[in-house]
């Protein structure tokens, strides 16, 4: 390795935006994140499901399988 080429790699704290803090490496001085192992709804198991102005119902009617009618 080439010397004074690389950058400083220390550890840091990283800050979730719930509140969680964890110890990582990085070149960083400080790290922010909004989501994190805690809080990401893969992990808890609770996953949230934003309906906006009813626009979730509006795609499952539009894009719903619809019964095929028997022709005779």
Known sequence: MKTKIHPEYHVVTALC???NTF???STLSS???EIC???????TG???LVDTAGRVERFRQRY???TAKKEG
Do not use: D, L, W
């Not at 192992?37 to 992990?43: E, I, N, T, V």
């Open 17 to 19: 935006a719930c509140g």
């Open 46 to 48: 609770k996953q949230r």
């Open 37 to 43: 192992g805690r809080c990401h709804p893969f992990f």
């Open 64 to 66: 719903s399988t619809k």
């Open 23 to 25: 110890e990582t490496r």
């Open 31 to 33: 790290i922010h994140v």
